[in-house]
């Protein structure tokens, strides 16, 4: 029986994507279907980074086709993943070298949001993405001690500063720029927005797919101003299960709303307690807060995360768990989340910005 590329493109209508449930063909991954005799060849681009399930999808792929179509001979699929730029609140320009940026808030501190933003950092890089963390928290700057960095940026033109870098991310923090880890930033909320603003638009930023940037603790005037000037493509809201932590959660989803940016989801950190001698489990902070909390506002729960003394050490020592440990359960967490994340920015509108071309009145 012959078949035609119209016929391949049927049959993956019924197959669906484990990570995004929607099919191949709606979700307009299918390309460049090629029918030779029997033989199939096709591309499957992923609008997602999701280097370790490509082989997983390849195969699924494969076998869906050679099971619905019996008489095709050899199938092969070639997957790969493409980030696009996403629309960030209107009125807000983009960065220069940078698709899309995700914000890592809490309503309050102590809840692991720092923790949690560079290891989501980390879990897209190992997803084959291009990522950078900007510590945006200027008055605690964490992510240099939890990236393992010292030292400070250089600037080849006078003007910009290079992103450090280790672990396979890019990296600026206002941390780099103090003398000692003891130095406190003495300043008011005007000039904290100013030295964000520099870092975030004077860094040469190299062509990434992902910023994530590590918020301040808190709804007050510093973070509505961040949150009204950097240009978010969503934001994830970093809770506890206790009724404090996802009171203040509540506000900071509030501000984000006010201004326009779209809540990606919410991560409950600390959900459980595993014994690190026993290994037995429970909910020592309550438990099923931060689902409730998605449910009354209609986002998504995107995981929760064990309160594990590794998490802690291993961000201490500069080696966060993703890298540290990267086949580990603890690491999967985080993948896991990452690639709901990601997921989730893929559906979003995107941002044709690019697509327009410049124009240039010049006097002759």
Known sequence: ??????????????????????????????????????????????????????????AMVEAHLKTSLPSMGKVTANVSSKVVPHAVQRGVKLVEGVKNIIAVASGKGGVGKSTTAVNLALALAAEGARVGVLDADIYGPSQPTMLGISGQPVSKDGKSMEPMSNHGLQAMSIGFMIDS??????????????????????????????????????????????????????????????????????????MFEKVDVKIIGIVENMSTHICSQCGHEEH?????????????????????????????????????????????????????????????????????SAAFPKIVVQNT
């Open 1 to 58: 029986m012959n078949f035609n590329e119209a016929d391949v493109q049927s049959a993956l209508k019924n197959l669906i994507d484990p990570n995004t449930q929607k099919d191949f063909v709606s979700g307009k991954s299918v390309k460049n279907i090629k029918v030779s005799g029997s033989d199939v060849t096709l591309d499957i681009l992923l609008g997602y980074p999701a280097k370790s399930v490509w082989d997983e999808i390849r």
């Open 181 to 254: 880890e003891d130095t406190p930033m003495v300043w008011r909320g005007p000039m904290v927005t100013q030295a964000l603003d520099q870092l975030l638009h004077q860094t040469r930023w190299d062509n990434l797919d992902y910023l994530v940037v590590d918020l301040p603790p808190g709804t007050g005037d510093i973070q509505l101003t961040l949150a009204q000037k950097v240009p978010v493509t969503g934001a994830v809201i970093v809770t506890t299960p206790q009724d404090i932590a996802l009171l203040d959660a509540r506000k900071g989803l509030k």
């Open 284 to 352: 020592i902070f309550g438990s099923g807060g931060g689902e409730k909390m998605c449910a009354d506002y209609s986002v998504e729960f995107l995981g929760g995360l064990p309160l594990d003394i590794r998490i802690r050490e291993q961000a201490d020592s500069g080696t966060p768990t993703v890298v540290a440990d990267p086949s580990g359960s603890l690491a999967k967490a985080y993948k896991q989340i990452a690639r709901r994340v990601a997921v989730k920015v893929a559906d979003m509108a995107q941002d044709h």
